[in-house]
């Protein structure tokens, strides 16, 4: 098991801080290290009867429109299950009856402690959608008899929406 022996804010930004500094190994050895430490996120699978509601958003760090989940930052200590109902209603425009845990992952424990919880949406309502001032979002439709050949095919490039999916449709299965 590495442990720190020191780290130091390298960055600080508004989303994420970087940290570096050294660790030392179990076999004594000094290595260099470098972090991202992020607060986590959530993101949902609204099911609304045949469909899923997905965003459509451009991703500057990719450059390009992606075809995502509803998703937002947690904020300090925060309740994920709480954010998850916040993002659904800000960014389409739903209350969820009923929200189901799906799953919970690191999103790459190379270089971040980021931690994703994606849950499920059921029995939506409609509220009035709030997006954040910088959000630019096109709501997308999506038959749920679409996504096993869209997955198969790879037209999901974000791996939280692939992660969620999938767990939907693991869910829906199993029954």
């Known amino acids: 098991m590495e442990r720190w022996l020191e780290k130091r804010p390298f960055f600080e930004g508004r989303i994420f801080q970087v940290v570096a500094g050294t660790a030392v190994l179990d076999d004594g050895l000094i290595v260099s ?33 992606l075809l995502e989940l509803p998703a937002g930052r ?15 209603k800000e960014e389409v425009g739903y209350e969820a009856g009923r929200l189901v845990t799906a799953v919970s992952y690191y999103t790459s424990a190379g270089f971040t402690n980021e931690r994703m919880h994606i849950f ?25 008899a679409q996504i096993p050949a869209m997955l198969a095919t790879h037209a999901f490039e974000d791996a939280k929406t692939i992660i969620g999916l999938g767990e939907l449709l693991a869910r829906l299965k199993a029954g």
């Open 74 to 88: 947690l904020e300090g200590d925060e309740l994920p299950e709480k954010r998850a109902q916040q993002e659904l």
């Open 33 to 65: 290290r470098e972090m991202v430490v992020h607060g986590g996120g959530v993101a949902i699978v609204p099911v609304l009867g045949a469909e899923v509601v997905l965003i459509r958003q451009f991703r500057i760090a990719v450059g390009k429109y």
């Open 120 to 144: 499920l949406a059921f029995d939506l309502k409609p509220v009035p959608q709030q997006p954040e001032f910088d959000e630019q979002i096109e709501i997308v439709r999506l038959p749920l």
